[in-house]
């Protein structure tokens, strides 16, 4: 609004010596409103999540601790833990609340080769847990070696969103190797907690990014305010090369207030008398 009041002002009021905007100060302008625009665009996928929420997969062959952790994580024993491999044959699902944002955790049946038919439809339903997940937890047990079933699931995980959770940490094996993985590792205990804080720490940087303030200075949930705002700064964009190809401010107002209606549909519209107001708040006008 700024901008195009001292465009019009310019324009409109050059007998009251009002000077015209060099293109140097319209660019700093436009610059001084793309960047919180372009940090705004950015955070819509964090938004999403905070709105809509994430889907975490707790994967693994059976008896890594996946249940456990799982009851850890949810902070209740939801989830039956016993010593027998197999026990969890159906998906166990708890929304909780990580700063603030709900993520729904998936308990899956262990992954390995069915001994009956039950287990084979928990199986298979742990496969589409893993497929539809935002985020899979993929855990192995460090008081064991490292299995072939271990090994087949990072692989089928490929390159999606994952963690890698070194669960048992308390009874840790010498004999336990870290497969080589591009995912970050976690160690941790269900039975004493540790590395639990760590493990929350690094789901929440999977939802925020390296940036784990953006959400400090707010963001977009909607996928329509997304598209507006993208075609605010389409806008700018255009306003940038008017300036640069000299074209008359005439010109320039015109995706200057393009920009601006794009906003308004977020924010209410602005109307001709705002521009005004502004107009005679900063220039001597007419006396």
Request: charge should be negative; charged fraction near 25%.
């Amino acid at each position: 609004m700024e901008l195009i009041a001292l465009l019009e002002a310019g324009i409109d009021f050059a007998e009251d010596d009002v000077s015209v905007l060099p293109a140097e100060r319209i660019l700093q302008h436009i610059s001084a409103v793309r960047t919180p625009l372009e940090e705004l665009s950015g955070s819509f996928a964090y938004g999403k999540l905070v709105h809509e929420g994430l889907t975490l997969a707790i994967v693994g062959r059976p008896n890594v601790g996946k249940s456990s952790l799982f009851n850890r994580l949810v902070e209740s024993d939801r989830a039956i833990v016993t010593a027998t491999p197999g026990t969890t044959r159906d998906l166990v699902t708890e929304t909780v609340a990580l700063d603030g944002i709900p993520v729904k955790l998936v308990d899956t049946a262990g992954i390995r080769g069915a001994l009956d038919e039950a287990e084979s439809i928990g199986i298979g339903k742990s496969m589409a847990a893993l497929a539809d997940a935002d985020l899979v937890l993929v855990v192995l047990d460090s008081s064991q070696p490292v299995e072939q079933e271990d090994y087949r699931l990072l692989e089928l995980l490929g390159k999606r969103p994952g963690i890698l959770v070194e669960s048992k940490a308390d009874i840790t094996s010498s004999q336990f190797l870290v497969p080589s993985s591009q995912l970050r590792r976690v160690r941790a205990s269900a039975l004493t907690s540790a590395g639990i804080p760590e493990l929350r720490a690094e789901i929440l940087r999977h939802v925020g990014g390296e940036d784990s303030g953006q959400n400090e200075t707010g963001f977009l949930t909607d996928a329509r305010h997304q598209g507006l705002v993208r075609g605010s700064l389409a806008a700018l964009e255009a306003a940038v090369s008017a300036v640069g190809s000299r074209v008359p401010h005439e010109m320039v107002l015109l995706d200057l207030y393009s920009a601006l209606r794009s906003l308004d549909e977020i924010t209410g519209a602005t109307s001709s008398d705002d521009i005004l107001n502004l107009i005679f708040s900063k220039f001597c006008i007419g006396k």
